[in-house]
């Protein structure tokens, strides 16, 4: 099984920098993906990592470390419209199958 | 290119009854996989079908199932409604098996009573 925690809540304001971070713990990590998702839409995929370091993609960055189960996600230059819920997943391998768990979301308020 | 297209939008049940949700996905993409969403339990797979053949297996009981088509639409099933159920039941699209670049459509929201 797995098991992934993020903050449920965070504030930030306009222009900042926000770093949201995921643990996890899983028996066959085969990678870890973020996705974006505004009230009341699909969530969207952001980034994806399967090794250690850093994976930068405009104003979005995430990093992972394997052996510490962690992962953070960097938006820079923070906008309004980044309010939105943020969902860190991680995909397990067992036995040949792929099963991607979600955590429960960090909520991300952007105030001017 | 459309995007996940899931039909229908809104739904209103009562508990016993059964519910067929829609996916069609994304031009060429081959693997659609189903995930509930609750503001209690977050997003949870339920099952991955690729090439007509479920791949992949959630925890959720046996009363919740899935087929697809060989133009890669899928279908998922609901019987014998609990309250439990209601839930924002979301398909998502990807080219290959097993990836975790998914794309999602807008979701059908079920509502039990």
């Known amino acids: 099984g797995q098991n992934i925690d993020q903050p449920t809540e965070m504030t930030a304001t306009e222009g900042a920098i926000v770093q949201i971070n995921c643990t996890y713990q899983?028996?066959?990590?085969?990678?870890l993906f973020w996705y974006q998702q505004h009230a009341g839409e699909a969530p969207t995929f952001l980034s994806y990592?399967?090794?250690?370091g850093l994976e930068e993609k405009g104003r979005f960055s995430s990093f992972l470390s394997r052996s510490k189960g962690y992962s953070y996600l960097l938006l820079k230059e923070l906008q309004m419209k980044d309010s939105a819920s943020y969902l860190c997943?991680?995909?397990?391998?067992?036995?040949?199958?792929?099963?991607?768990?979600f955590g429960r979301g960090t909520s991300l308020i952007v105030h001017p | 290119k459309a995007g996940v297209t899931q039909t229908p939008r809104y739904l209103i049940k009562t508990r016993g009854q059964q519910v067929t949700l829609s996916c069609s996905p994304i031009?060429?993409?081959?693997?659609v996989s189903w995930y509930q969403q609750t503001p209690g339990q977050g997003l949870q797979f339920l099952f991955e079908?690729?090439?007509?053949?479920?791949?992949n297996k959630g925890n959720f009981p046996g009363r919740f199932s899935g087929r697809q088509f060989s133009n890669s639409r899928s279908e998922m099933n609901v019987s014998t409604l609990e309250l439990g159920d209601s839930a924002l039941y979301l398909c998502?699209?990807?080219?290959?098996?097993?990836?975790?670049?998914?794309?999602f459509g807008e979701g059908s929201r079920l509502t039990v009573l």
């Open positions: 998502a699209s990807s080219e290959r098996q097993g990836t975790g670049e998914l794309f």
């Open positions: 899983t028996s066959g990590f085969n990678g």
């Open positions: 990592n399967v090794l250690d």
């Open positions: 997943a991680v995909r397990d391998e067992t036995g040949g199958s792929y099963i991607p768990t």
């Open positions: 031009s060429g993409h081959r693997s």
């Open positions: 079908y690729f090439s007509e053949t479920q791949r």
